[in-house]
Structures are given as structure tokens and as C-alpha cells.
């Protein structure tokens, strides 16, 4: 695989992006000219274009129509707007499937999907990768040299709706894989602890893909097959990838990610990070009940992460309500703003939606716009505007990068490994874990970074681990020179249990991580439904308030470390519930229960002390502060999420660029409003 050097920004984009995914074939060209008027009073540098157009661009297998987009891109061009084109390999023509029905992909209980929506891709089938790398070839030998192109996108969201397919090509494929991984059969059959349950292989050919079973299959088996579906997928951005940097030196390509937990969950953004020359995102506010702006920092900091720190590109979110949603609330007044510019303090050099234009037709046309069916006598149009406008403001910010304070460990692989079936406790849920250590550190002001678990850790003072049931010897070995080195580490339950292969690390829980937590467990002892335990301060421990844990309980032997809270009741009481371990310079923690309410916070302050980290005064709660930093300078942002004014000190005097008020000692800021300081340096 040829070195791809990494791009900073999309080629020729001197601004921050600001624009959205742009569909005017939706549109007769006479709308055309009113879009670009409005891009432009509305302050647009960027439009991602082209994404779903395949069935327009070669309306006939090998014909093709270009005149459309030539004449979009050169408006484009002629207004000051860069373009973002797709490469629309997420959606091949229905000629395509009616050719090549085995290219519609399979799922798991063997139904094959239907044309008629959009990314029905068996990723496996060489037709769809040969039409695929034929249209990619087409674009980009027509508009590689396009004065408007900034950036290729290629395809949209790899991993959804489809993550996986289990059809006959993708079970050949799946052969070839495991060859590659494992070398032979028998190193499968021992990959895999086939001699459960009878399931020996004597050749790779009787092995399928993890169909639906009567009952449980194989963990490692389904293990296996996710990084097999997501490598599969990696292979054809690749493929694509490569075409475009053979053709179009120079021009960055990207795919766009959805790296919040759970709204894509089959794929490795570790590994894609390193492929892409610009990481982008989509971001979506889920409104189940959870504090919608803590869960969008937490997925910018991923993204961040997955870009190693690097400035990154919000490439959709929206400027209203979604409608893929049981329920989809309207933004409040400003609050479209504040999404934007947190995106923009962790990192994003720019904030893009879906879309620019609310369609008419189609599964989408209750999704909102930056332009909706209101037209431009609506708030969002003027709250549009007006983010235009601000943005326009920080153009200084680019390059600059985001401060962390702490990381949490966090791998997409152990977490689909925990997400399998017949686990101890149906209720542990290791994205919930992340959450909540999330929650508990962005309360107290600290901006996260995320590593894998075998990342250098060595320049935070605080590393939390939130679940990590799958942790290798190397993780462990790892996480232990952090603690040695004098890291802060903090580990809940169910971690380092099993190896890459879903199989237990011999000798006691928790395998991996025995040594570094100086303790060992003899048994898991989840709660029932509803049950909770009590945890208190042993005698000659640090005082501490009364906790209560619910879900889960060990039975901890401690092995160096001591007892901070123990269990009052349950079946381990008497036992240590969290733990410290002093080990060479540093500390690690172990927390064997859910502690409700503010019992993690009670927690991770004792490790915050440990790690020495100062609890940030003077800040008001859900006032979310975040710095950026570079040779461009340092830019403090601050967003007020609550209903009432805050005042915020200031640690130097500085310029605040919304307003362009200088700004000292106290800086004002009114409910719901977002402000950013360029520190005199
Ligand atoms: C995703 C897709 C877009 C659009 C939005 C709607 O992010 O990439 O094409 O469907 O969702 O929220
Ligand atoms: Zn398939």
C-alpha cells in the first residue's frame, strides 16, 4: 500500500468549510442560480456534491452524462465554492442489480435486500467493485483537474445500513480472509475453541460466514466476521482511494465517518483513520433522554482522536431536526449554533450539514435544511446566516489544535466482542461505561482524548478505562508501563477478561490486567434486575461518602492494591469493591461495581488528586470549555449550555472574536451563547 500523505485541509479551502451536502439534481436548473445567491449571502465555502448521482452520470452502462455536473462545478468554481465530490459507489443504478442481482447484499437470516433505497452492497462482489472502480476512473480523469474540487468523498458511511453481508461471494471471500489471518484450518479450529460444541472444521470450505443458528455460534467465529465485513469495506475505500491519488495528485480523499458510539458500531475507525488524508464526520443529536451536548463532544473527541489529534472536518450534521428518529425535536434557539462551534472547539475545521436544500420528494424530505421548505423567512435560515457569519470570524483557528487534558482507552473490537451474546449480565453495556466515565469527566471541565489501548499514554496524567473486556497481553503489558511511568489509570469492571479471540486469559480475572490492578477476581457476581449494593470506607482507609453500585459486583482478592470502598452487602461484603494499586511511580484503580449517582464522581476524584489534577474553580456546570492551540495562536471556547448567564475567568487577557470586545478578568457569557477568546499570547 503506497504512503498517502496526510492533507490538513481540503485543497484550496483558506476558510473554515461551511456549506452542506447538495443535491441539485433534485432541482430544475433554474434553482440552481437562486442556491448560489444564497450560498453566498449565507457566507458557503464548501458543498459536497455527487454522492447518490451514479444513476444520473452513466445512465447506461457505459454511457455517460457529465453535462450536468460540469455545469454545476463551474458555478461552483465562479461563485467561490469548493466542492466535496463524491464518488456515488453507495448507490449503483438499478440497471446495475437487474445485471448483477448477486451484488444486492445478504442478511445474516439469508434474506438478499431489494433495490429501491440506497447502499445495497455486497462489498465482496467483484461486479460491484469492478463498476465501482470504473465510475471512480470516469470522475476523476473528468474533474481531477477541476478548478472547484477540494476534497473526494468517497462513497457515504461505510458501515450503514448494511454492516455486514453473509451471501456466498462474502463466505468465499470470508475463506481467503481467514487464510490470510490464521494460515490454515487447524490454526482456525484453534483460533476459534472449535472443540466446543463440535464445531471442528477438517477445511476451510465447510466454514461459512455467521449465519442465524439455532442458538449461540461461535463468539470468535462472529468476532472474526466483523473485522472481516469491516476490513472488506476498507479494501474497496482503498481501492477507490488509490485510483484517485494515481489520477488526481494532490487532492485530499476522505470518507465520511459516524464515529459516535453506536450509530455506527461496525466499524474500526482506528484502521480507517490511518487511511483517509482528511478525517471527516457526520453527527447526529440523538434524543433519547441523554444529555444530547456531552454525547456530541464525546463523539468529536473520538473523531478528533481518530484524526491523532490532527484538525478534522464535520462534514454533516443538521440544522433542525432529523427524521429517522421515533420523535424529532426542533433545535432550540441557538442551540444549532452551539452544535457547531463544540464540533469546531474539538477540532473540526469547519461545521457542514445534510443539506443545503430541504427536499421536496424522496425518504428524506422531512429531514430539515439550511434552506427549508420556509424559505428564508424561518429562524433557521437566520440562525444559518448567522453561523456563516461567526465562522467567518475564526478563519484564525485553522491548524490549531485541541488541548486534552485525560484519555480514556477506547477500541471498537473489544466492544463488539463484549456486545456478543451470553455474557454475565445482559445489563452491562460497555458503551454505557464510556458515557457515564465521559460525563463524569466533562463535569469537571476536562477536555478527553481517546487512545487504543496499545497507544502511548504517557503524556496524560489520567488514563480511565471504561470497559475493555478484550484486552491482549500487549494492552496489559501497556497499560502497566503507563501506571510504572506515574499515569493515574482508573478500570471498571469486566476488563482485560479475554484475548483477541474472544478466549479467557488463563488464571484468574482479569487476565490481562491482573498485575497493573495488583488484585485478582475469584468470580463475577452481577446484580439482579434492580439490585443494588452497598460500598463503604473500610477502617485505615481515606474516609469517603456511602456509595451504592448496582449491576455488577466481583469478589476481589486484592494483590497489592487496597481497599477504598468495600461492599457492605451482597454476596462479596466484607470484600474490596475499588481499589488502588501504587505500582513504580503511578497508581491504578479498580472499580468493581456501577456506582450510581454521583459514586464515580466520588471516584474519579480521588484519582484526579492522585493524577494531580486540580478541579477547575469558577467554572459553571454544563459551561463547556475548550481550548485550541498552534503557531496561529491559542483560542479559548466557551459555549453556555444552561439558561443563564455565566461569567468565566480568564487566565490572559484576550480578544473575543464574536463580538470583538476585549476580554479580561471575567469573561460574560449570555445563556446559550458561544463565545472564543484569542488569548494575547
Ligand atoms: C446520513 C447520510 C446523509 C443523510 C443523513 C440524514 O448522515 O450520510 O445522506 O441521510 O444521514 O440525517
Ligand atoms: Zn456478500
Known amino acids: 500500500m503506497p504512503h498517502t500523505p496526510r492533507a490538513t485541509a481540503p485543497q484550496g479551502l483558506h476558510q473554515l468549510a461551511f456549506g452542506g451536502d447538495y443535491n441539485p439534481e433534485q432541482w430544475p436548473e433554474e434553482v440552481w442560480q437562486e442556491d448560489m445567491r444564497l450560498m453566498r449571502e449565507a457566507g458557503v465555502t464548501m458543498v459536497s456534491v455527487g454522492i447518490f448521482s451514479w444513476a444520473l452520470l452513466e445512465p447506461e452502462p457505459g454511457t455517460y452524462d457529465f453535462g450536468w455536473l460540469d455545469r454545476l462545478l463551474d458555478l461552483l468554481h465562479a461563485n467561490g465554492i469548493r466542492a466535496d465530490l463524491g464518488t456515488p459507489t453507495v448507490a449503483p443504478p438499478a440497471w446495475f442489480y437487474r445485471a448483477h442481482p448477486e451484488a444486492l447484499p445478504v442478511s445474516r437470516e439469508g434474506v438478499r435486500y431489494a433495490f429501491g433505497s440506497r447502499g445495497a452492497i455486497c462489498h465482496s462482489n467483484p461486479d460491484y467493485r469492478a463498476a465501482a472502480a470504473n465510475i471512480t476512473e470516469q470522475l476523476v480523469r473528468r474533474y481531477g483537474s477541476h478548478p472547484a474540487l477540494a476534497l473526494w468523498h468517497v462513497h457515504n458511511e461505510y458501515g450503514v445500513p448494511v454492516?455486514?453481508?453473509?451471501?456466498?461471494?462474502?463466505?468465499?471471500?470470508?475463506?481467503?480472509?481467514?487464510?490470510?489471518?490464521?494460515?490454515?484450518?487447524?490454526?482456525?479450529?484453534?483460533?476459534?475453541?472449535?472443540?466446543?460444541?463440535?464445531?471442528?472444521?477438517r477445511g476451510l470450505d465447510e466454514i461459512d460466514p455467521p449465519r442465524t443458528t439455532p442458538t449461540v455460534g461461535n463468539p470468535a467465529q462472529q468476532l472474526d466476521y466483523a473485522r472481516f465485513a469491516d476490513a472488506t469495506m476498507r479494501e474497496n475505500f482503498c481501492a477507490e482511494r488509490d485510483i484517485l491519488h494515481r489520477l488526481a495528485p494532490g487532492i485530499p480523499v476522505t470518507t465520511n465517518f459516524m464515529t459516535a458510539l453506536s450509530q455506527c458500531d461496525s466499524v474500526d475507525y482506528w484502521a480507517w483513520g490511518r487511511e483517509v488524508d482528511l478525517v471527516t464526520n457526520d453527527h447526529y443529536l440523538i434524543t433519547d433522554?441523554?444529555?444530547?451536548?456531552?454525547?456530541?463532544?464525546?463523539?468529536?473527541?473520538?473523531?478528533?482522536?481518530?484524526?491523532?489529534?490532527?484538525?478534522?472536518?464535520?462534514?454533516?450534521?443538521s440544522?433542525?431536526?432529523?427524521?429517522w428518529q421515533p420523535r424529532n425535536p426542533a433545535k432550540r434557539p441557538g442551540e444549532m449554533a452551539r452544535n457547531s462551534l463544540a464540533h469546531v472547539a474539538r477540532g473540526s475545521d469547519g461545521a457542514m450539514f445534510f443539506q443545503w436544500r430541504q427536499s421536496l420528494r424522496g425518504a428524506e424530505k422531512f429531514h430539515s435544511a439550511m434552506l427549508p421548505h420556509a424559505g428564508t423567512d424561518s429562524r433557521i435560515w437566520r440562525e444559518v446566516t448567522?453561523?456563516?457569519?461567526?465562522?467567518?470570524?475564526?478563519?484564525?483557528?485553522?491548524?490549531?489544535?485541541?488541548?486534552?487534558?485525560?484519555?480514556?482507552?477506547?477500541?471498537?473490537?473489544?466492544?463488539?466482542?463484549?456486545?456478543?451474546?451470553?455474557?454475565?449480565?445482559?445489563?452491562?453495556?460497555?458503551?454505557?461505561?464510556?458515557?457515564?466515565?465521559?460525563?463524569?469527566?466533562?463535569?469537571?471541565?476536562l477536555t478527553v482524548d481517546f487512545a487504543h489501548p496499545d497507544a502511548d499514554l504517557s503524556g496524560y496524567?489520567?488514563?480511565?478505562?471504561?470497559?475493555?473486556y478484550l484486552a491482549t497481553e500487549e494492552s496489559?503489558?501497556?497499560?502497566?508501563?503507563?501506571?510504572?511511568?506515574?499515569?493515574?489509570?482508573?478500570?471498571?469492571?469486566?476488563?482485560g477478561i479475554v484475548d483477541a479471540h474472544d478466549a479467557v486469559h488463563p488464571g484468574p480475572y482479569p487476565g490481562a490486567l491482573r498485575d497493573v490492578l495488583g488484585l485478582t477476581v475469584e468470580e463475577f457476581s452481577p446484580l439482579a434486575e434492580g439490585g443494588t449494593v452497598r460500598l463503604v470506607t473500610p477502617e485505615g482507609a481515606p474516609e469517603g461518602p456511602e456509595l451504592t453500585g448496582d449491576l455488577w459486583s466481583d469478589v476481589v482478592i486484592p494483590r497489592g492494591a487496597e481497599t477504598m470502598w468495600s461492599y457492605a452487602d451482597g454476596i462479596p461484603a466484607g470484600r474490596p469493591a475499588v481499589t488502588r494499586h501504587r505500582l513504580g511511580e503511578g497508581t491504578a484503580w479498580y472499580v468493581s461495581t456501577r456506582p450510581t449517582g454521583a459514586g464515580l464522581d466520588a471516584v474519579l476524584d480521588r484519582a484526579c488528586e492522585d493524577a494531580r489534577i486540580a478541579p477547575r474553580t469558577g467554572l459553571p456546570y454544563d459551561?463547556?470549555?475548550?481550548?485550541?492551540?498552534?503557531?496561529?495562536?491559542?483560542?479559548?471556547?466557551?459555549?453556555?449550555?444552561?439558561?443563564?448567564d455565566a461569567k468565566v475567568p480568564l487566565d490572559a487577557p484576550g480578544t473575543e472574536l464574536l463580538t470583538g470586545e476585549p476580554a479580561t478578568g471575567h469573561l460574560a457569557v449570555?445563556?446559550?451563547?458561544?463565545r472564543v477568546v484569542r488569548l494575547d499570547s
Request: hydrophobic share 45%; aromatic share 12%.
Open 289 to 317: 433522554g441523554r444529555r444530547t451536548h456531552v454525547n456530541l463532544a464525546m463523539a468529536a473527541d473520538l473523531t478528533r482522536s481518530v484524526a491523532g489529534g490532527a484538525p478534522w472536518l464535520l462534514l454533516e450534521h
Open 476 to 495: 496489559g503489558r501497556n497499560l502497566r508501563r503507563y501506571v510504572e511511568g506515574g499515569g493515574t489509570l482508573v478500570v471498571s469492571y469486566f476488563s
Open 670 to 674: 449570555p445563556a446559550g451563547a458561544v
Open 623 to 644: 459551561v463547556e470549555v475548550v481550548t485550541r492551540t498552534g503557531d496561529a495562536g491559542t483560542y479559548l471556547f466557551v459555549i453556555n449550555h444552561t439558561g443563564g
Open 319 to 323: 440544522a433542525g431536526g432529523v427524521n
Open 386 to 445: 448567522r453561523l456563516g457569519a461567526d465562522l467567518g470570524l475564526l478563519n484564525g483557528i485553522r491548524t490549531t489544535r485541541t488541548v486534552a487534558d485525560v484519555a480514556m482507552v477506547w477500541d471498537w473490537q473489544s466492544w463488539w466482542a463484549q456486545s456478543l451474546e451470553w455474557r454475565p449480565s445482559q445489563d452491562h453495556d460497555a458503551r454505557e461505561r464510556a458515557d457515564a466515565f465521559y460525563a463524569s469527566l466533562f463535569d469537571r471541565h
Open 461 to 468: 496524567p489520567l488514563v480511565v478505562v471504561p470497559a475493555l
Open 163 to 201: 454492516s455486514a453481508c453473509y451471501c456466498d461471494n462474502c463466505a468465499a471471500h470470508f475463506r481467503r480472509w481467514l487464510t490470510a489471518r490464521h494460515g490454515d484450518v487447524e490454526a482456525v479450529n484453534a483460533a476459534w475453541g472449535t472443540a466446543f460444541w463440535g464445531q471442528r472444521y
